[in-house]
Nanobody, 121 residues
Framework: QVQLVESGGGLVQAGQSLTLSCAAS????????MDWYRQAPGKQRELVAS???????NYADSVKARFTVSRDIAKKAVYLQMNSLKPEDTAVYYC???????????????WGQGTQVTVSS
């Protein structure tokens, strides 16, 4: 079984920074991507940032130049550095891990429980 535990959320004022962390444990193998998603009240869950096994990164347009995703392979962790936070960044942030299923095809997908980020104006 795989577990993902997020931390680092909280309440900040607009313009401030936060760093989210996500630690993976359990039977981890053949990681494809480690991702950050968010879901604001009344909205669909959306991809915020992603980092691949080859360290390729991808960001939502709304966070480019403000957020940075990184990972620590040895710690099986992924981080999201969030700068210049805006009220519209308020959401529950979720960590997601995808692993290749090898010859079976497809991916294993695991989600964390989420951490609340609230940005006041």
């Amino acid at each position: 079984q795989v577990q993902l535990v997020e931390s680092g959320g909280g309440l900040v004022q607009a313009g401030q920074s936060l760093t989210l962390s996500c630690a993976a444990s359990g039977r981890i193998f053949s990681i494809n991507t480690m991702d950050w998603y968010r879901q604001a009240p009344g909205k669909q869950r959306e991809l915020v940032a992603s980092i691949s096994s080859g360290d390729n990164t991808n960001y939502a347009d709304s966070v480019k130049a403000r957020f940075t995703v990184s990972r620590d392979i040895a710690k099986k962790a992924v981080y999201l550095q969030m700068n210049s936070l805006k009220p519209e960044d308020t959401a529950v942030y979720y960590c997601r891990l995808t692993m290749n299923r090898g010859s079976y095809g497809g991916m294993y997908i695991y989600w964390g429980q989420g951490t609340q980020v609230t940005v006041s104006s």
